[in-house]
């Protein structure tokens, strides 16, 4: 029935394959482990899968550091691996995204490799490359990401190279041509391959030409309070143009689009892009106007600490200013960066276990009944709670591991799948041990146990999104209300031209109603 395209509204279900399930007893997820469970995803209704990286990588950032884009790790197997899961996938009438790191790859990328070697190899401009003032030190302030500063040393060439995020991560240089060329070949190889469209890294802080390195000011914003983000010094600048957001990122994004523009059966582009002090939404229309990517990733609903209703009411409603209308944006809770979302939101309402489902249910559901698509991180279709008891042997993500013990960093969200209660590892792995430990916590709510149990979230999402695919308000027109309700209540419109859908979230009686109407009527 739907005269809109499919990732215009589609629900993405988000797949961090190191997690998802072990088929070889190693330990560690992979992309036969993936193929094994499609069945699950199906059933739970979502349209398309995005799986996180997996490809060639030393693991530095778990995947988000390349060393070869366009083969699989061993670790999670083989291309002709991921064209099984590909086909399955299509037969299951599922979409797949996969991601593309454009920004940065590996220090032991070749590309890297070669590039840190002299001041004149083939690749000495691939990166970004700059001496050190005459006392030695970096150009600029610029800080990265995950901790200390954005320039490493590299002592062959006597220079400094520039990361955004690890120092294993050293940014590519986008304004050199071969660069560009590079990126353009990743994609089609990809689409040649069969894949759906791209969740694209990190798309803000891709780097060109940043002379004359000015240093980045203050950022009069910051305030040390309790977010974790207020313990890392990223926060505490403004990010210049040519730090974050230049404006040759457009640049990337209209090739991209051209190059899926060349292939049949609309092929999706979603970039995760973001700026300082909570501005996502006004970056996200930068990036998505006509001619460049399908959508954006939006931040607003991921904030760390969660948001209670009246800031949930505002994300919406700047979310419908900026894109009503269109599908042109994706909403997401949670995902492998931030707290699972069962835990981190609204905790001030302190819910019994039965309503910490409800509340995990309603989420799911008033983020798939916004307008544009939405993406379901694994696990949260179970009401999983975040793992708070990694012991610090046992972390690994180098973000929590640099901030000790004053922030954990996303281990808490990246503990593997558990899918039966019964089984020894709760059926992750046929191994003694996994990656990341299995949370006990979650085996009360085991993947398949729950697809079983009448009364899971599970079941409860999978009865609503089917029922949503039914509805022409949901599925046949991008178009909401205003966002009106009392201070625990968020209620707008769904509107199509033959249905009116008023989508009421109660979050007092922690419940849903969804009710046709008539405008006009009294
Ligand atoms: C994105 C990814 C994150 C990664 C970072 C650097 O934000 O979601 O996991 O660490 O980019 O690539
Ligand atoms: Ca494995």
Request: proline residues 12%; charged residues 20%; hydrophobic residues 35%.
């Given at each position: 029935m739907s005269s809109l395209k499919w990732w215009e509204n589609a629900v993405i279900y988000q797949i961090y394959p190191r997690s998802f399930q072990d088929s070889n007893s190693d330990g560690i997820g992979d992309l036969n482990g993936i193929t094994s469970r499609l069945d699950y995803i199906a059933n739970l209704g979502v349209d398309a899968i995005w799986i996180s990286p997996f490809f060639m990588s030393p693991q530095y950032d778990f995947g988000y550091d390349v060393s070869n884009y366009c083969d699989v790790n061993p670790e999670y197997g083989s291309l002709s691996d991921f064209d099984r899961l590909i086909e399955e996938t299509h037969n299951l009438n599922l979409r797949l995204l996969i991601d593309i790191v454009p920004a940065h790859c590996s220090f032991l990328h070749p590309w890297f490799e070669e590039s840190r070697k002299s001041k004149d190899n083939p690749k000495s401009n691939w990166f970004h490359w700059v001496d050190p003032k005459p006392d030695g030190c970096p150009p600029n302030n610029w800080l990265s990401f995950f901790g200390g500063p954005a320039w490493s040393w590299e002592p062959r060439r006597q220079q400094y190279y520039l990361h955004n995020?690890?120092?294993q991560q050293p940014n590519l240089n986008y304004a050199n041509h071969e660069v560009q060329d590079a990126l353009n070949k990743v994609a089609r190889f990809w689409f040649d391959r069969g894949v759906d469209g791209f969740r694209l890294d990190a798309v803000h802080t891709i780097n060109g030409d940043c002379e004359p390195y000015k240093d980045n000011l203050p950022?009069?914003?910051?305030?040390?309070?309790?977010?974790?983000?207020?313990?890392?010094?990223?926060?505490?600048q403004l990010h210049d143009i040519a730090q974050l957001n230049q404006p040759v990122i457009q640049e990337f994004t209209k090739t991209f689009r051209k190059i899926a523009n060349k292939y049949d059966g609309d092929r999706f582009l979603m970039g995760e892009v973001d700026g300082d002090n909570g501005n996502a939404t006004n970056i996200s229309k930068i990036f998505s106007e006509p001619g460049r990517l399908h959508a954006t990733y939006n931040f607003?609903?991921?904030k760390w600490t969660g948001l209670n209703v009246s800031e949930l009411k505002n994300a919406i409603s700047n979310a419908r200013e900026a894109?009503?209308?269109?599908?042109r944006l994706c909403f997401a809770f949670s995902n492998h960066d931030v707290p699972r979302s069962a835990t981190r939101q609204l905790s001030p309402l302190e819910l019994t276990s039965e309503k910490q489902d409800n509340l995990q249910l309603l989420l799911l559901q008033l983020q798939t009944s916004l307008i544009g698509s939405s993406c379901v991180y694994q696990g949260e279709e179970l009401g999983l709670p975040d793992v708070s008891d990694i012991q610090f042997d046992k972390m690994k993500d180098p973000w929590g591991l640099n901030f000790y013990p004053e922030f954990r960093g996303r281990d808490t969200c990246r503990t593997p799948m558990v899918w039966?209660?019964?089984?020894?590892?709760g059926g992750f792995t046929?191994?003694?041990?996994?990656?990341l430990p299995i949370a006990t916590s979650h085996l009360e709510k085991a993947g398949l146990d729950m697809a079983r149990c009448e009364n899971s979230v599970y079941q409860k999402f999978s009865n609503f999104l089917k029922w949503r695919k039914k509805q022409p308000a949901m599925v046949t027109a991008n178009i909401m209300s205003h966002v009106s309700g009392g201070p625990k209540e968020i209620i707008f419109d769904r509107i199509s031209e033959t249905q009116i859908l008023r989508c009421k979230f109660d979050f007092e009686l922690v419940k849903s109603t969804f009710s046709e109407v008539t405008y006009g009527a009294s």
């Open positions: 995020f690890l120092p950022n009069p914003n910051f305030n040390l309070g309790n977010l974790p983000q207020d313990r890392q010094p990223f926060f505490r607003d609903l991921l894109f009503n209308g269109t599908g039966e209660k019964s089984k020894p590892m046929a191994a003694n041990e996994s990656w």
